[in-house]
């Protein structure tokens, strides 16, 4: 059939009041959804200043002279504003680094928007260029170089360039002397001695664990070492105008916060390059570096690391000293277990080892004054170099803890002869090595080095040792509980 016009014209009027009642009447369409571009980083260089503290920061003059380079973007990264309160420059942004519960986390990589970092400290100030060809320095090494970072001294005194080990399984820092200086400067493990400027690729920065901690020189050289990076110390510098001497105040703030970074990144011990040590971790007043020991397997060998080398220092002056006062009381005494089997490998402690074992004759406790005041009060008895003799909870036996505080301890086992003169005890903890055993194997005793003396030990060791743990205990070492945590588990890490 036709549609007459007047028809069709009717017709489209329908339609289009249709069109229109069902367009209010469903939700209006969302627009496409576009995930927001995330920006290119840009060419040039972002300064972050850091390591500032105190009232006698020089943060604003800082600040201003390397705002004043143009392109370069300044910003200022503290956990708190500075104080006492400085005008900063135009631009300059105060970059948070302290969370806050009102307040989103700190992200700083996001306030970096180009390809390269310069982390500069208090006091520096700009020198024209010095920058951008520390930038090109670094762009001109070739791929697969392990240096990623560059670095110029603030003021006349140049920083000493030294090697840098980390050993993260042993909880050590090890410095070395380095030489080698050419035209186009120096490859160090680290820096010491005078402030410096770094700078790097931002991706290489916040790439690292801990990429704004303070002091910032040596967070990023013992961050970079783990990684086998390099720094490549030109002959360049930044001036920096004459300042009066830090104030003992200011001073020991910086040794506060060196403390703080190296407990955080779990440093219980720098060698120095002259061989000096510098100890961080446990001591005589304070207590041990680890917790309760559960199933023979202390929370460090989780970690994948082994006894922080202050609690073996610790073990080690405990040992010298217990075994040095039952020598001299005439008790016969010998290395148990595990500390013989450390003795027989190394001459020292095993290095995830949490204690030393010492057996004696049960008959000649009361010949030593310390053990025989323990047996007669049951109370802890304290000698008068502060080690603390004591009877333990867990069974007939004694203990002799470091001190009152650090619970580092020597283990004193009393053995007698007993069915077919095998040695026995009172007292079993069910550990693989804890059986009986000949006494012909400790009658006459014998001796082996450990821990810097010669100590008494079964006659046979190898023997005593297999008899205990089974053949061919000493060339395959293992963790006491494998089952919970074994030697190849770490084996397999990488650092």
Not at 288 to 301: D, K, N, S, V
Not at 339 to 364: E, K, M, N, Q, T
Not at 390 to 416: C, I, M, Q
Not at 429 to 438: A, C, K, N, Y
Request: some cysteine; glycine content about 8%.
């Amino acid at each position: 059939m036709r549609l007459t016009p007047c028809q069709a014209a009717l017709a489209a009027a329908i339609a289009l009041n249709l069109l229109l009642l069902c367009s209010r009447l469903l939700p209006a369409a969302s627009p496409p959804c576009h995930p927001r571009a995330v920006p290119a980083s840009l060419p040039g260089v972002t300064v972050i200043l850091r390591d500032f503290d105190g009232p006698d920061h020089d943060v604003a003059a800082t600040a201003r002279s390397f705002s004043s380079l143009p392109g370069v973007p300044v910003l200022v990264a503290a956990e708190v504003s500075p104080y006492p309160p400085v005008p900063l420059p135009a631009g300059v942004t105060v970059l948070s680094l302290r969370p806050q519960p009102h307040r989103p986390p700190p992200r700083p990589e996001l306030a970096v928007r180009t390809r390269h970092v310069a982390l500069v400290p208090d006091g520096a100030r700009a020198a024209p260029g010095l920058l951008r060809r520390m930038r090109d320095a670094l762009e001109a090494i070739a791929d697969g170089d392990d240096t990623k970072m560059v670095a110029a001294a603030v003021g006349r005194q140049r920083p000493r360039c030294l090697s840098l080990e980390v050993d993260v399984k042993a909880w050590t820092v090890r410095y070395g002397y380095q030489s080698g200086q050419s035209d186009r400067g120096e490859r160090c493990g680290a820096l010491d001695g005078a402030p410096a400027v770094l700078l790097l690729r931002t991706r290489d920065l916040f790439s690292l664990p801990f990429p704004l901690s303070s002091p910032a020189l040596t967070a990023l050289s013992l961050q970079a070492a783990v990684r086998g990076w390099r720094i490549l110390l030109l002959p360049d510098s930044f001036p920096s105008p004459p300042r009066p001497p830090p104030s003992p105040k200011a001073r020991n703030a910086a040794a506060a916060r060196r403390r703080a970074l190296l407990e955080r990144f779990g440093v219980k011990l720098e060698v120095l390059p002259d061989g000096a040590r510098r100890w961080h971790g446990c001591a005589k007043d304070t207590p041990r570096c680890f917790g309760t020991i559960r199933a023979q397997t202390p929370e460090y060998l989780l970690e994948g690391r082994w006894t922080p080398p202050c609690c073996l220092r610790a073990l080690r002056a405990t040992a010298c000293h217990v075994l040095a006062q039952l020598e001299a009381a005439g008790v016969r005494h010998w290395l148990e277990g595990g500390s013989l089997l450390g003795a027989v490998r190394l001459g020292d402690i095993i290095p995830w080892d949490y204690d030393v074992d010492v057996g004696l004759y049960r008959d000649d406790v009361p010949k030593c004054r310390w053990l025989a005041a323990v047996q007669a009060s049951g109370r802890p008895v304290e000698d008068p170099e502060g080690f603390l003799w004591e009877k333990a909870a867990e069974g007939e036996f004694f203990r002799v803890h470091y001190s009152r505080t650090n619970r580092l301890h020597v283990d004193l086992w009393p053995f007698y002869v007993g069915t077919g003169g095998m040695m026995t005890k009172e007292t079993w903890l069910g550990h693989r090595q804890d059986v009986e055993f000949p006494e012909s194997l400790v009658a006459p005793l014998g001796s082996v080095a450990f821990a810097g003396l010669r100590a008494k030990a079964p006659n046979d060791p190898r023997a005593f040792l297999e008899f205990k743990f089974g053949p061919g205990v000493i060339e395959r070492p293992e963790y006491p509980n494998p089952a919970v945590r074994s030697l190849a588990q770490d084996n397999k890490t990488s650092w």
